[in-house]
């Protein structure tokens, strides 16, 4: 069964930088472009980048773009979001599945990042 696991979460300031990692098992990962998605407290689930399958495109919401790189490590089937310049809007949980909903995988349990002074 696919399984994905979110992790590096935390509390920070105002401009500061968290890196998230998802390792995913039970699916062939390398094959799947992977997104990061979030969900700020009392809103929907939003999309914050997706990366291709072989990492040779990317895309990012207008919000994160020039702040946050998505990158991925095939080999060791592991998604990573750097994230630079954090704002308190950033304030989200934070989680990793498939690009395309056709292909979702359970859920994780995400990963907390809260942006305060």
């Known amino acids: 069964q696919a399984h994905l696991v979110e992790s590096g979460g935390g509390l920070v300031q105002p401009g500061g930088s968290l890196r998230l990692s998802c390792v995913a098992s039970?699916?062939?990962?390398?094959?799947?472009?992977m997104s990061w998605y979030r969900q700020p407290p009392g809103k929907e689930r939003e999309l914050v980048a997706t990366?291709?399958?072989?990492?040779?495109?990317?895309n990012y919401v207008d919000s994160v773009k020039g702040r946050f790189t998505i990158s991925r490590d095939n080999d060791k089937n592991t998604l990573y979001l750097q994230m630079n310049s954090l704002k308190p809007e950033d304030t989200a949980k934070y989680f990793c599945n498939t690009a395309l909903s056709v292909y979702y995988k359970p859920w994780g349990q995400g990963t907390q990042v809260t942006v305060s002074s």
């Open positions: 039970g699916f062939i990962f390398s094959i799947r472009s």
């Open positions: 990366i291709s399958d072989y990492g040779g495109r990317t």
